[in-house]
């Protein structure tokens, strides 16, 4: 149990210094990191030829798109470059795939390979290893969305819940972001991160979502609710 726990920290803390290298480093770099990963996820689902396609392909687009991070700084620079990149391979993915085949579903699941995954399986053990799972997470939750989805890129309010904690998002950077950009569908591939995040959190935490904004409700409804 050590051990896991051991490696489970090791794992939190290179996600914490990758996110707070790649808000703080140059773009181009952590371009370079980010399709060296993504070439690595897209070599064992299609093999070189196909792999080499769609990077060749969303590299062009991300060179295309304007210079529209100016006034981001801090965390907002990290989310900027995540949605940036998440649009180029998006639009990659559109022109590569063949008919069956979810451009949507594929930039979420590469995405959450490569962004999320590790993150979001340590923050479960390391919940699965406290006390008591849902009050360490519901402590630790309005200040991640303070320093981690600052408003007014998110804008939200706290809903009173006597088995839980919830909050409803009326506003989201993401979905802005990709509206912006006459891609609403794509928030989808970032919605889903949650529901993904949520299914390595302890059992003693239960996410319900009923509503998004990129489905045409008026707010994201989030509700966590604490399992007895």
């Known amino acids: 149990m050590l051990k896991r726990l051991r490696k489970a920290l090791l794992y939190f803390l290179?996600?914490?210094?990758?996110?707070?290298?790649?808000?703080?480093?140059?773009?181009?770099?952590?371009?370079?990191?980010?399709?060296?990963?993504?070439?690595?996820?897209?070599?064992?689902?299609w093999g070189e030829e196909r792999a080499n396609s769609v990077i060749a392909a969303f590299r062009e687009y991300y060179e295309e798109l304007p210079?529209?991070?100016?006034?981001?700084k801090g965390v907002m620079k990290y989310h900027l470059?995540?949605?940036?990149?998440?649009?180029?391979?998006?639009?990659?993915?559109?022109?590569e795939l063949g008919r069956g085949e979810d451009p949507v579903e594929v930039t979420h699941q590469l995405m959450w390979d490569i962004y999320m995954k590790k993150p979001s399986q340590v923050m479960g053990s390391v919940m699965a290893n406290a006390r008591d799972p849902f009050d360490g997470?519901?402590?630790?939750?309005?200040?991640?969305?303070?320093?981690v989805f600052p408003e007014?890129?998110?804008?939200?309010?706290?809903?009173?819940?006597?088995?839980?904690?919830?909050?409803?998002?009326?506003?989201?950077?993401?979905y802005d972001y990709f509206k912006s950009k006459g891609v609403p569908e794509l928030t989808r591939a970032y919605c889903e991160m949650d529901i993904r995040q949520a299914e390595c959190f302890p059992p003693q935490i239960e996410f319900v979502r009923k509503k998004t904004l990129p489905t045409g409700y008026d707010k994201c409804d989030f509700r966590y609710y604490k399992r007895r």
């Open 14 to 45: 290179l996600g914490v210094f990758t996110g707070i290298l790649i808000s703080r480093k140059p773009e181009a770099l952590a371009l370079k990191v980010n399709m060296s990963l993504l070439k690595r996820e897209m070599l064992k689902q």
């Open 67 to 72: 210079e529209d991070d100016v006034e981001m």
């Open 81 to 95: 470059e995540i949605a940036r990149q998440g649009l180029a391979l998006y639009r990659a993915l559109s022109d």
């Open 137 to 147: 997470f519901a402590q630790g939750l309005v200040w991640t969305n303070a320093h």
């Open 152 to 174: 007014p890129y998110w804008r939200r309010t706290y809903v009173d819940m006597e088995d839980g904690v919830g909050m409803d998002y009326t506003g989201c950077f993401y």
